[in-house]
């Protein structure tokens, strides 16, 4: 898909919310970090040997054979987007918001279906990553890994033996790897659990982030669940315990959600109704008061409440009420109070019928 179309959709792959638990697990991402041997980090480099890598990336990401492995790459220059069409690139979670700083000699990798993205020159030359609806870390590590071979054929990545793959940033080092899945966990916020689950997390070597990514909040009942720890564990086994402890909370997420209609039906049922009656009547919604809203319903949603919406839909929902979606829907700037008015109304259009 050329990058001009991926930034006018508000589609990808991870919002078909047909993977495993998907009505608690939203998706799953597995990340690797990779650096070319003999060349400084993107912090320490300049212009000149920026573009030396991008020439690289772009030579080992047009290998007819990866193309076979893996399907076909198409490289492009973050230049050529204008300020709202990079913004859209790290809504749908293709790119970081630091990809942005810095951005005339930079690049993003694309698959066609939006689910492997590889940044160049971010904090590392590369990073490589796979994105999939639900609980599926072990298949997205699975197409990282045919991924990653596929380029390290072409490209000589920076490896020590004792150390193992060398990261601009010392927490990376090892196998490079960050893999993490987003949950919906409004079950355990309502009834007061929420706060003891996810201190349990950071003791078992995880970390806890908002919707996208380090530093930014948990909108929506939104949380990413990640490892932290890259060194002295194999790439399968900081897997496998990722998806142990996702499998503990999703248990418990559902016991809540459970204890939640068993304990408090009415009360339970009218704070759903109420969140669909706004969504779809609403005729001003900020974003922060829409994604709240759809927490609510998608609540719903999963317990067979609400009908007729599609989880899939409040997933593309997500990426489409932000501000830079609406502008390039509306073609053109707006301010705050416009932004809410045409949010609310294009949330309108999307629920008729419903």
């Known amino acids: 898909m050329p990058l001009k179309k991926t930034v006018n959709s508000s589609y990808s792959r991870w919002m078909d919310a047909d993977g495993p638990e998907a009505d608690i697990v939203i998706s799953s991402r597995v990340r690797v970090a990779r650096n070319l041997a003999g060349k400084p980090f993107p912090h320490l480099s300049n212009n000149e040997k920026a573009e030396d890598i991008i020439r690289a990336v772009r030579l080992a990401v047009e290998d007819k054979e990866l193309a076979k492995q893996v399907g076909a790459l198409e490289i492009s220059l973050l230049s050529e987007l204008s300020p709202v069409e990079r913004q859209i690139l790290v809504d749908k979670h293709l790119i970081s918001p630091d990809l942005l700083s810095s951005f005339e000699w930079k690049a993003v990798v694309l698959r066609d279906d939006e689910v492997i993205s590889i940044m160049v020159n971010e904090e590392d030359h590369l990073r490589i990553q796979c994105l999939l609806p639900g609980l599926q870390l072990k298949e997205a590590w699975e197409l990282i890994n045919q991924v990653d071979d596929g380029l390290e054929k072409t490209l000589d990545y920076a490896f020590s033996e004792k150390l193992g793959y060398l990261t601009a940033c010392p927490t990376n080092v090892g196998t490079g790897m960050r893999a993490s899945v987003m949950l919906h966990l409004p079950g355990l916020g309502l009834t007061k659990q929420l706060s003891g689950v996810l201190n349990a997390i950071n003791k078992v070597g995880l970390t806890v982030r908002g919707l996208f990514g380090e530093g930014t909040e948990a909108l929506g009942d939104m949380f990413q669940i990640s490892n932290q720890?890259?060194?002295?564990?194999?790439?399968?086994?900081?897997?496998?315990?990722?998806?142990?402890?996702?499998?503990?909370?999703?248990?418990?997420?559902?016991?809540?959600?459970?204890a939640l209609y068993n304990g408090r039906r009415e009360v339970f049922e009218d704070r759903i109704y109420r969140a669909y009656g706004t969504l779809k009547y609403a005729h001003i919604l900020t974003f922060e008061e829409a994604m709240r809203l759809f927490?609510?319903?998608?609540?719903?949603?999963?317990?067979?409440?609400?009908?007729?919406?599609?989880?899939?839909?409040l997933?593309?929902?997500?990426?489409?009420?932000?501000?830079?979606f609406l502008v390039k829907l509306a073609g053109q700037d707006m301010t705050a109070q416009q932004r809410d008015i045409f949010r609310a109304e294009m949330i309108r259009k999307e629920f008729e019928g419903s």
């Open 229 to 258: 720890i890259t060194l002295g564990q194999s790439e399968e086994e900081i897997i496998d315990n990722l998806v142990a402890v996702a499998k503990q909370i999703i248990a418990q997420e559902q016991a809540a959600r459970r």
């Open 295 to 313: 927490s609510d319903l998608r609540l719903g949603i999963e317990m067979g409440l609400v009908s007729g919406i599609p989880a899939k839909l």
């Open 315 to 324: 997933n593309e929902l997500m990426v489409k009420i932000r501000p830079a």
